[in-house]
Nanobody
Framework: QVQLVESGGGLVQPGGSLRLSCAASGSIFTVYDMAWYRQAPGKQRELVATIGTGVKTNYADSVKGRFTISRDNTKNTVYLQMNSLVPEDTAVYYC??????????????WGQGTLVTVDS
């Protein structure tokens, strides 16, 4: 069994910053691609950022220049540094990972979500 545990969400003022963390644990052999998604109130889930096993990253246009995705492969953890936050960033943020477990099965795993609220 593999699971993702997210943390770091909360209430922040416009222009502020937050850092989200997501740690993969369980019967993991290898973690491949990791990503952050978000779902704002009344909207569909959207892809925010992705990162491969190395340094390749991709970002949604709405967050380019403000958000940075990174990972620590020794801890099977992915981060999302969010700067210059605006109210439109308010959403539940979900971590996603593609892994190979210790039984050599490919799996896609989702975190439980962490709420980010940008408001005064």
């Amino acid at each position: 069994q593999v699971q993702l545990v997210e943390s770091g969400g909360g209430l922040v003022q416009p222009g502020g910053s937050l850092r989200l963390s997501c740690a993969a644990s369980g019967s993991i052999f290898t973690v491949y691609d990791m990503a952050w998604y978000r779902q704002a109130p009344g909207k569909q889930r959207e892809l925010v950022a992705t990162i491969g096993t190395g340094v390749k990253t991709n970002y949604a246009d709405s967050v380019k220049g403000r958000f940075t995705i990174s990972r620590d492969n020794t801890k099977n953890t992915v981060y999302l540094q969010m700067n210059s936050l605006v109210p439109e960033d308010t959403a539940v943020y979900y971590c996603n990972a593609r892994v190979v477990d210790t039984s050599y099965r490919n799996r896609e795993v989702w975190g439980q979500g962490t709420l980010v609220t940008v408001d005064s």
